[in-house]
């Protein structure tokens, strides 16, 4: 069976995208990769060296553009004036690559997204040509207006980035999701390899990660677990649930229809 | 790696049981089995036939004992006696396989176990010779006494059977994980991929399961997403999971240590 | 001791406010009203009429201004305008009264707020002399930016108004608590005593309802339910509760520190 | 309305049953427990000195037997015969009282019950013409078999005792409350005013708590919280909570009838 991840037009055939923070070095950062089987990768362009510095070693060296789509992201942006210029500087970088992760964070502590911010920005960015992939909050109304703004794919988060606490609130990314025509990833909060099942089963179309790989204690073994878990809760949603019930013998099924949990 | 699952000193290379309930037709039955990967097949004494009824279709005719190790148990039964009488046949049918699975159950709409007939049964078995996988509620104190008795393989309920709620208490499952010195099964109440990777992520050694497959709307894609279920938590407990903390810059994270919710 | 909620500067012994919809009769919104012990009372200006209509009942007859501060809210105002209007209104309707609920909705069927609709409406009213309290999202970033607009109050949702299901995200509610200078008070979601008290020991300074007294199967009961839900929940706060150990033995407490669950 | 608990043949006005361990001194203790509002108090007569020293200080002289209901408990007893004997020698201390509640602990760390001692000790004991009201399990088949033996009620755990964990398992409850012709009433695990007030909501006929109390920062406030908690959780039940649905516009309540979370 085909069930590809598709954005902006390009198939992917994996629904587990991460990122590439956080590791001991370049060949740890790569080993993982290939454990997790991930085919977009998502990387800081602040913060990491894609040839901007020359004399220093590139990640594309250990993650070669052919194997891989890279996604270059604003992490650590708190305007969208910022956002806009970091992504132009990517496109430049990348050849005029079009796919790219918009992220404005509200403030340093939390790094919860500064939504105004966000919706500015992705206006921008969209009528540039960007192809806009976008972290948002969980409010179904915005993320609507990202999607009318013609954002490619919507990027809740599940919890705060780096704080691996899973799907704080499955409620509000399900109404997302309901009414969602673009695809709907977890972007931030994942812990384990449950958590991204669960997103699965809620019917996200992919997961986002980065610390809960890059911050196990045996990331590339946690990355492996991750490809699964993603798998389990894509299959688990297609194969359908049987439905839940207080007793076996119950007549009637009172949670039927509830979100996966 | 070698990872097996080893009960009453034989290895399994597979963490996933399953039950033989349920299905549409022995054919389902087996393509089912098939993509799970499990290699230990739990089969209801009195309700299946494995040879009682020379007339009928025989179960093992599709699950060949040379290939997945048959696990009589004895739904259905509500007293010691009559459990231990089952086993018995079963041990006959079965040319002296030692191997069991007991339960007893409390009442015909909960089937949650009755714990006073289930000890007193399985001090029967033990000393008749049986290997006793033993069906039980989460109590971490009878759990540890059916330990004493000699079981080779604790069960708790995760909730009640054939209910799909999954994990309610892992709080009671981690204290039995953490005293026991034989193998946790979860047993009971798995409803998707999620509780089966959040029940090896809790620590146990493996999940058995019949309903979650067999009444999911596709058994056999529901089977294969609990086989990676299953192998996403057990590699996301060896690998270790990263903190949980309330935000990324937090320097304390104080939820670790908790078990993975 | 006082421990009286302060609100733009008046001082009130009651934390719960109640809305006035969906009662029998305006006797029944009445008799519920006193059970609640509530000092503010919220009437939707758009459905009630409070004088607009003269040959019609007037809900300010059976809830004496001089007895109850009247909160006029804009229910049922999806723009920025519709609600500054409808506020004007009120304001016109009850002699120059300047405490208002805003809020602006996202859509009819959520009735999830629409945020950047409220932050638009949020200035305008505040330069224009109101004292704003406004529903809004659980978005700790937007709710800062509430209170940096002037607003009095800021009222985070915790579950979509009048579906009950409770606090769904306490770790987003408890960072808008710790952040906030101005009273945070939860509005919508509430479905039953205890979700009052949640609400409170996680530090809220009050709380806003109304379909879960009005909706009740004895509203009159449930308003006394809620009066003691809503304190019992502040005294705990107030009080300190325990820690909350694994086991009363553990020489640690890992969960010390978490909100309240 | 006239509500009283019940509890063999003898009216309470209060449902909270508060213990005297862990305070400061005699004096703290009184002043929480008028507080709390509590009719009947527990002492363990183990560890407290209700006359057996007659050279310290007797706990009856600050909690008067006129006024409150003292509930010998047998905390610390570690098997059946041992329970036995305390309660015994208790029934002499206190001249001929009937009221008991009995507890035979699994393990010195988790104080998890033994619940095949406890059902040994009811059985002697309810032969022995006590009325006895019996901690245990949240195991609905055993706590069925206490009843039969005569327990005049049952009070599971929540969580184990001094954790303050709150329900961890609220199906488990509903179970025993939906089939329980004697009152059933929660016993250990309690940490907030919420807690108690769920327990109520869940049906419960009574909470019975003392660590919640004794180490809140502030003991009697807490007190007054958690009278109150358990007052609005009675009253919302009986008041009959408004049905959760997804949204307010949703024509179906996927969740009516499920248990209060």
Chains 1, 2, 3, 4 share one sequence.
Not at 3 to 9: E, F, H, M, N, T
Not at 35 to 50: D, L, Q, Y
Not at 63 to 91: H, K, M, Q, S, W
Not at 164 to 180: A, F, K, T, V, Y
Request: glycine share 8%; charged share 20%; aromatic share 4%.
């Amino acid at each position: 069976m085909n069930d590809s991840l598709v954005i902006a037009g390009k198939s992917y055939d994996s629904r587990l995208l991460v990122g590439t923070g956080k590791y001991r070095d370049f060949a740890q950062t790569r080993e993982a990769i290939e454990a997790s089987g991930a085919r977009i990768v998502t990387v800081a362009i602040r913060r990491t060296n894609i040839g901007q510095n020359a004399d220093e070693p590139n990640l594309l060296d250990v993650l070669p553009p052919e194997r891989f789509t890279i996604l270059p992201n604003t992490a650590g942006c708190y305007t969208a004036d910022d956002a806009v210029r970091t992504l132009r500087l990517a496109r430049e970088l990348l050849d005029g690559h079009a796919l790219v992760k918009l992220e404005v964070l509200g403030d340093p502590e939390t790094l919860f997204p500064n939504m105004p911010e966000t919706l500015k920005a992705a206006q921008t960015l969209v009528k540039d040509g960007f192809d806009v992939m976008v972290y948002c909050s969980d409010d179904p109304i915005q993320a609507r207006m990202l999607e009318d703004i013609g954002c490619v794919a919507v990027m809740p988060l599940a919890s705060l980035i780096g704080s691996g606490m899973g799907i704080l609130n499955p409620w509000n990314l399900q109404l997302i999701i309901e009414q969602s025509r673009v695809p709907v990833l977890v972007d931030a909060g994942v812990g384990t390899a449950s958590d991204a099942a669960i997103a699965m089963e809620l019917g996200c179309d992919g997961v986002l990660m980065n610390t809960a790989i890059a911050k196990a204690q045996d990331p590339v073994r946690m990355a492996a677990a991750m490809k699964k878990g993603v798998e389990a809760g894509r299959e688990a949603f297609l194969a359908g649930r049987m439905p839940k019930k207080t007793y076996a013998a119950s007549p009637s099924s009172p949670t039927t229809g509830l979100i996966g949990r």
